[in-house]
């Protein structure tokens, strides 16, 4: 699976952002799908998660609330739709693949596949 995240930017505090995440491959629709970031000077962190069928939603307690993902398996794309956004939630977002496993869809090292990265910069 190869992934391509886009819509990250230079956002004011309060503000909205969208992001997208394209995947290649027709076995899109068998993978959780994740979107975590880091911040500068600190490590990988999980945001949030959804089932292969969208049926399970996952969130950091530092964006529930304001975060929402989801999928549409018919266009191959994953959303983070992000509201209320604090210059905290500045970083480097991630989307990533993981194949469906016992893994908690909240542990990084479950995610095998993952794009290069958008950047979202909240000013304050």
């Known amino acids: 699976v190869q992934l391509q995240a886009s819509g990250g930017g230079l956002v004011q505090a309060g503000g909205s952002l969208r992001l997208s995440c394209a995947a290649s491959g027709r076995t899109f629709s068998r993978y959780r799908m994740g979107w975590l970031r880091q911040a500068p000077g600190k490590e990988r962190e999980f945001v949030a998660a959804?089932?292969?069928?969208?049926?399970?939603?996952y969130y950091a307690d530092s964006v529930k609330g304001r975060f929402t993902i989801s999928r549409d398996n018919a266009k191959n794309t994953v959303y983070l739709q992000m509201n209320s956004l604090k210059p905290e939630d500045t970083a480097v977002y991630y989307c990533?693949?993981?194949?469906?496993?016992?893994?908690?869809?909240?542990?990084?090292?479950?995610?095998?596949?993952w794009g290069q990265g958008t950047l979202v910069t909240v000013s304050s």
């Open positions: 990533a693949a993981a194949p469906i496993s016992t893994l908690p869809m909240t542990a990084l090292r479950g995610y095998n596949y």
């Open positions: 959804i089932s292969w069928n969208g049926g399970d939603t």
